[in-house]
């Protein structure tokens, strides 16, 4: 018999996300990816100065703190063509990798890896063994007998209290689940280790940006001036917390996060022909070694792969009115020329239409709109961003050490180029490059020693400060690749205003509902992929998948309440 699997909210990500799949038997046949809150940030932003966009676009969302705000700051540079210093530039690449390194391990260790671990299990491990697993696959100085012991004994306290504490809400004891009690042991000996170990690496964003979250950032280049003289700017000792930092992130991917994926992944290798997606992947580039007005520099490149297809890259231009549209057909907004309309960001519409059901309720209507997310498309495809997209524009594009990467994972799990188009390619596509991002943050580091040292100090370009030097009207991107994918903010000024805001968000990309044709969007198509539940009440799986892409939806989502009112106002003094 036919049924609908619901599961909402979606738990263990940041933001509301509803999920319906459609069961033929034990088999899902269709789903439906739906964000539960209004997004609203466009419209908040109308009207003000564009050089303070940043501090509100940063705000969509308590995760992305950084990637916001910077996408943000580059739309108004490219708009006004305003260059930034070199220091600026490496200072915010820091910053950025900061952010991933960051941000994966979190999401592997605290959002995903407990689809995959079983934590109760790891009551029943053998302490000794358990350390013997772990020196076996990695060099990592805490894994004693004594250690994982430990960990158990903290375990057991929760187990007894009757109170799992951050390990409820999951389905402990379910058949998928697969780990020895030892590796489940070792896994949540990291899991713990890994929230002692992101309070010091957050520090990088504070020496750069002042705090964290929400590190601060000015149009024309970094608010932190460089002066080794200075107790109030960059100097010798901070420049030497910035590198025990990138030591500690380097030694925690190399000896924790990438040897835990590869030992969890081998136990789940039939997750490698499930979860494709679309077969279309997307990456707009970042990590520039010159600038973003050259791509070639790009540590990441930008480009278009279709239908599996790494022979070849097609090119994305992001101003192109007729490559990057967002469509409203299932979506709860309005368009001036109907539904079925495709808009470019530049001509981007903000009107809200709320038309679904008062929750609670039972089902989406998915035959019309059921979804808060628009829907963007690419040349009228939906396209897959995210960590997986960047590793296939990697290896595709010859980057050595991505090739070298893949490559070796592969073999190790004895598994052919296909698997990385699944659910477990690409979560192990999020680990690889971290391996690469958190490498390369040494480069940058001693470029900027280097520069320090020949003298040049500058963080700021104050050359186009003056609205008065402005064009009449002007419209520009600010792209860059955030961990969850390619994301971008286009803005049009006129008269010193900021006259339209677009933000298209990686979840957008992802989590984004059906389009006019009936095309579903990634998070939809790769449910639809060989995916069976054991249990419809205890739908793992479709966690599994979903948390791969490492979901944020409160980059697409902001609040009203079911009749459309304003629930909260922020007054700007």
Known sequence: MSERVVVDPITRIEGHLRIEAQMDGNRINQAWSSGTMVRGIEIILRGRDPRDAWAFAQRICGVCTLVHGLASVRAVENALDYPIPPNAQLIRNLMIAAQYVHDHV????????????DVVSALSADPNATSQLAQSISNYPKSSPGYFSDTRKKLKEFVDSGQLGIFSNAYWGHPAYRLSPEANLMAVSHYLEALAWQRDVARLHAIFGGRNPHPNFVVGGVPCPIDL???????????SQVQSIIDSMRSF?????LPDTLAIAGFYKDWSTRGEGTGNFMTYGDFPAEGMDDPGSFLIPAGIILNRDISQVHELDMHAADQIQEYVAHSWYDYRDGKQAGLHPYAGETELNYTGPK????????EESYSWMKAPRWKGKSMEVGPLARVLMLYATGHDQARELVDSTLRQLELPVTALFSTLGRTAARTLETKIIADMMQTWQDNLVANIRRGDTRTFNEGLWEPSSWPKEARGVGFMEAPRGALAHWIVIKDQKIDNYQAVVPSTWNAG????????GPYEAALQDNHVLHDPQQPI???RTIHSFDPCIACAVHLTDPDGKEMLKVKVL
């Open 106 to 117: 979190m999401h592997f260790y605290h959002l995903h890896a407990l689809d995959w671990v």
């Open 229 to 239: 003289n200075s107790d109030s700017a960059i100097n010798s000792k901070r420049l």
């Open 253 to 257: 991917v190399d000896q924790v996060y």
């Open 359 to 366: 929750p609670p309720y039972a089902h989406l209507n998915v």
């Open 513 to 520: 509902p059906r389009d006019p044709q009936g095309q579903p």
């Open 541 to 543: 799986e479709i966690l």
